[in-house]
């Protein structure tokens, strides 16, 4: 099979799982064409049986290189030292948000992002492969609930 | 990231009226949390093994943490690539191994005269770490002959990212260093690999580097230089382990730089795809070399001019 018949098999294949460890389509695509390219490099010797695994595989080794760039443990050291100073406070609204079986997953994340993390609705948006809209909906219904679950009435 | 609720619109204000406070409780008892990213990294494993332990540490004990990382890959639409994007990933790709499938080109002189702009300085540590691998560089991809001949046009000009020969530094073991410079054995055989770097003699500087790299080669500016004067020589593949090996040693002043001309090596190697990727990093994360990295990373992205 020829190289450009390999990458539109498995161009997909590759990208998703690029996408679902790096969570960034800029990077995903990056590390999509770092297989590729490395799948060229070892055609003769790549058994096509071996695909998509070995692309992947390419991926996560991508992956992991470029973390090792990156001062994680710097700039995590810092974070775990502060955090280490804050006093919990008591459940209640955060015991809602992880619990509440009327949370989907999206309702789940778009709150924690959004209310929690401080994104706004394009990053929310940026963040999960979603819309504004799309994302606008979920909050939406969630703040319904929320007002429903916490007796707030709206004004 | 907005300042919430700053950025609330009328519709959440209302919403959220009377729970103020409690989201606020929240975010203080989370804002020192991991950032999102290095959670879903690690998630994903693929962090170094220390960062990795830590990380997965937090996700165990962090409800809050876990509940976000498990949300969003539940909760997301992992579009996959439109036929325009899978183009145009093809197009780079293509473009790469009719590089790659090239005949390589001879040892091209640096011409300080048709570069400007990036100024080094500042001082430096001197950090342990583990030569990797000097003398393992890649002699070029093995193509089959049988490879597919690439879409784009093999002859179709390439890109190359200029730079510039920066300044000597040394770190704080010489800078600090108490005696006479005589009585220091590194400073000592360091001195005529920086005066041959200083003379513009880059021939010499580079085999003298080269040779101060097997007696030091834990010595960030010897590995770093090492890198620098091979690619004045034009040997950018041969410059991509020591200049690796000089950003992997972490040294916060040294990393910047390290990583930008392993950057510019892999492009002039003809790597665009992991040169754009640390450009890509650099650009984002601002710094010295963030505007340059950034119009590396448009220079790449730019379809090649037709001859």
């Given at each position: 099979m020829e190289f450009e018949d390999l990458y539109r098999q498995h161009v997909q294949a590759v990208f998703r799982f690029a996408l679902s460890i790096t969570r960034r389509r800029d990077v995903a695509e990056d590390l999509t064409s770092d297989a590729f390219l490395a799948l060229h490099r070892e055609l003769g010797s790549i058994?096509?049986?071996?695909l998509p695994a070995w692309l992947l595989t390419v991926v996560r080794n991508r992956a992991r290189d470029m973390w090792r760039h990156q001062l994680v443990e710097e700039r995590y050291a810092v974070r775990e030292s502060r955090e280490l100073a804050m006093a919990p406070d008591g459940p209640g609204l955060e015991d809602w948000i992880l619990?509440?079986?009327?949370?989907k997953p999206v309702h789940r994340a778009c709150v924690m992002l959004r209310?929690?993390?401080?994104?706004t609705r394009s990053e929310i948006a940026a963040e999960m492969g979603l819309s504004e809209t799309q994302v606008k909906g979920h909050l939406q219904y969630a703040l319904t609930l929320l007002r429903k679950a916490h007796g707030v009435r709206q004004a | 990231m907005s300042t919430p609720p700053e950025d609330w619109d009328q519709d959440e204000r209302q919403a959220l009226a009377g729970l103020e406070d409690q989201f606020e409780a929240i975010r203080r008892r989370h804002a020192?949390?991991?950032?999102l990213d290095l959670l879903q990294a690690a998630r994903a494993d693929i962090l170094p093994a220390a960062e990795q332990a830590r990380l997965m540490t937090h996700l165990e004990s962090s409800e809050w943490s876990r509940a976000l990382v498990d949300s969003i890959e539940e909760g997301s639409d992992a579009a996959p690539l439109d036929d325009v994007a899978q183009q145009r990933l093809w197009t780079r790709i293509a473009r790469e191994t009719a590089a790659a499938s090239a005949p390589a080109p001879g040892p091209r002189p640096w011409n300080p005269a048709v570069f400007g702009g990036l100024a080094a300085a500042a001082s430096l540590i001197i950090a342990v770490m583990v030569?990797?691998?000097?003398?393992?560089?890649?002699?070029g991809p093995v193509v089959p002959p049988d490879a597919v001949a690439p879409a784009t046009p093999a002859e179709a000009p390439r890109v190359e990212i200029a730079f510039e020969k920066p300044e000597i530094k040394l770190g704080p073991a010489a800078l600090t260093?108490?005696?006479?410079?005589?009585?220091?054995p590194y400073l000592v055989d360091l001195k005529p690999a920086v005066d041959a770097y200083r003379a513009g003699d880059d021939p010499r500087a580079r085999d003298l580097f080269a040779a101060l790299s097997m007696r030091y080669p834990q010595a960030v500016e010897v590995l770093f230089f090492s890198g620098v004067t091979l690619m004045l020589n034009g040997e950018f593949e041969r410059a991509l382990a020591p200049l690796n090996a000089a950003a992997a040693v972490g040294e916060p002043a040294f990393t910047e730089d390290a990583t930008w001309y392993l950057a510019v090596a892999e492009q002039r190697a003809g790597k665009d795809a992991s040169a754009r990727s640390r450009f890509s990093a650099l650009c984002s994360r601002g710094g010295r070399h963030a505007a340059d990295a950034c119009a590396a990373v448009r220079q790449i992205d730019a379809p090649p001019a037709r001859p």
């Open positions: 058994d096509a049986s071996q619990r509440s079986a009327d949370l209310y929690v993390s401080g994104m | 020192m949390d991991p950032p030569w990797r691998g000097g003398s393992g560089e890649h002699t260093w108490r005696g006479a410079p005589s009585e220091n």
